[in-house]
């Protein structure tokens, strides 16, 4: 059974940093492109980055990027989103999720709550 | 890159089909085949219920179907179940490895 586990949410100070992590198990994780996605509190989801499985390729929107930083470690099966710059407009869910065109799997997210 | 476009809500009774519409652009749902829908509840996560256009993962329903036609995409559910009522989302692969999702449509069951 594929499970994802997401922990490092809570609350940061504007201009502050977090680092998320994710748990993988259930599947072959370095074969998969893992993404980040996140929710602003009662919005839309909102794609943050992507890194493919077996590469060190990431990508970003234009939201996040140079503020956000995605990496993974295969050994550990564990995904990780380090937010630095961190802005009031970052409070959301954030999702770890399987796949990039398409997403098979979602953890069940971490809140991310940034103000003063 | 713009959300795509979807209806804010729509409703229909047990039974019924309701169609939700996610309209892109060339630069995403006009080109590429990468458009997945998501059904969520209330405080869960996402689920994947269609992937590239038409394809349905394992285990999801017969009821909930895609397609796409130009620049936009639509999802319909038929035999509309009280379960179904949700928010569902749309997706489409943007190009130059971005992905874009429409804005959220809320269905209703009456």
């Known amino acids: 059974e594929v499970q994802l586990l997401e922990s490092g949410g809570g609350l940061a100070q504007p201009g502050g940093s977090l680092r998320l992590s994710c748990a993988a198990s259930?599947?072959?994780?370095?074969?998969?492109?893992m993404s980040w996605v996140r929710q602003a509190p009662g919005k839309g989801l909102e794609w943050v980055s992507v890194?493919?499985?077996?590469?060190?390729?990431?990508f970003y929107s234009d939201s996040v990027n140079g503020r956000f930083t995605i990496s993974r470690d295969n050994s550990k099966n564990t995904l990780y989103l380090e937010m630095d710059s961190l802005r009031a407009d970052d409070t959301a869910v954030y999702y770890c999720a399987r796949g990039f065109r398409w997403i098979d799997y979602w953890g069940q997210g971490t809140l991310v709550t940034v103000s003063s | 890159q713009s959300a795509l476009t979807q209806p804010p809500s729509t409703s229909g009774s047990p039974g019924q089909s309701v169609t939700i519409s996610c309209t892109g652009s060339?630069?995403?749902?006009?080109?590429?085949?990468?458009v997945s829908w998501y059904q969520q509840h209330p405080g869960k996560p996402p689920k994947l219920m269609i992937y590239e256009v038409s394809k349905r993962p394992p285990g999801v329903p017969d009821r909930f179907s895609g397609s796409k036609s130009g620049n936009t995409a639509s999802l319909t559910v038929s035999g509309l179940q009280a379960e179904d009522e949700a928010d569902y989302y749309c997706s489409s692969y943007g190009g130059r490895n971005n992905l874009v999702f429409g804005t959220g449509t809320k269905v209703t069951v009456l």
């Open positions: 890194i493919r499985g077996d590469s060190p390729d990431t």
């Open positions: 259930g599947f072959i994780f370095s074969d998969e492109a």
């Open positions: 060339s630069s995403d749902v006009g080109t590429y085949d990468y």
